[in-house]
């Protein structure tokens, strides 16, 4: 709790800064391209070490400069065009509370898996619909399955449909459960690290599937799969709604 509070006093030390309409995006653009980075320089390791390269989900698949451009270029259209204006509506309907004190640990650590599971599921609902119905794959989804073979900034090389429906699922999670600032942030960050990883094409070792046990958790390996085999694995993090409606898939 200590060290929470002291986490959250230096946080508010920049209130004009977390108080500004600028901030959401910032953040979100700093987080997700910081995770992207470390991503894509085990991309430029892979291409020189046999080490790093065994790892790789799809080890033939191999990233050009243009397309890198491409989904930096895509990503910050929708983040500045869409996503930035909504943000400013929101940051003028809803003025920023910060609270001096800090959420107790056990309520933080729950939230942040109840946001997270919300996610999944209205995830998984939207990806499933936008796989089964011709016409929404079609106009809206069918862009981020241009890569069968993923990597970190295929995360979200998206149209604004779909930036915008992930982004209010995210959003709204913890407005709809309360939660505290820091909570809010604890779980953006973690949604955009989760998101990341799943696309990143590696099957690291200390990847977060091999982490959680029983299978319960799907990961990069069941991502790729689901980029590979369109038909399956729509959940973006955990395997029991892909298991409960038969789309669950585990080899190639």
């Known amino acids: 709790m200590i060290l929470l509070q002291t986490l959250w006093t230096f946080i508010l030390g920049h209130a004009p800064l977390l108080r500004s309409p600028f901030f959401p995006v910032l953040f979100s653009l700093t987080v997700y391209l910081s995770f992207c980075l470390l991503f894509l320089l ?29 989904c930096l270029v895509l990503t910050l259209y929708n983040h500045l065009i869409f996503i930035f204006p909504l943000t400013v509506l ?29 996610f999944d599921f209205q995830s998984f609902i939207w990806h499933l619909l936008h796989h089964k119905v011709p016409w929404l794959y079609r106009n809206f989804h069918k862009l981020h399955h241009t890569y069968t073979s993923t990597w970190a900034l295929t995360t979200e090389y998206s149209g604004a449909w779909e930036t915008l429906s992930l982004a209010f699922f995210a959003a709204a999670n913890p407005l709809l459960l309360g939660c505290h ?13 989760l998101s990341v990883e799943d696309h990143c094409g590696y099957d690291l070792p200390w990847a977060t599937h091999r982490l959680v046990p029983l299978g319960l958790y799907g990961g990069a390996r069941h991502h ?3 980029h590979l085999k369109s038909k399956y694995n729509f959940a973006p993090y955990f395997t029991h709604w892909d298991r409960l409606f038969g789309t669950l898939c585990t080899e190639a």
């Open 181 to 193: 600032p820091l909570t809010e942030m604890a779980f953006f960050v973690l949604n955009i690290w």
């Open 42 to 70: 085990l991309d430029l390791l892979a291409s020189r070490l046999v080490l790093v390269r065994r790892f790789k989900l799809q080890p033939q698949s191999s990233i050009s400069w243009s397309s890198v451009w491409s």
């Open 90 to 118: 929101n940051w003028y309907l809803r003025p920023v509370h910060l609270p001096e004190e800090a959420p107790p640990l056990p309520r933080l650590l729950a939230q942040v898996l109840v946001c997270l599971l919300l």
């Open 224 to 226: 790729d799969l689901h």
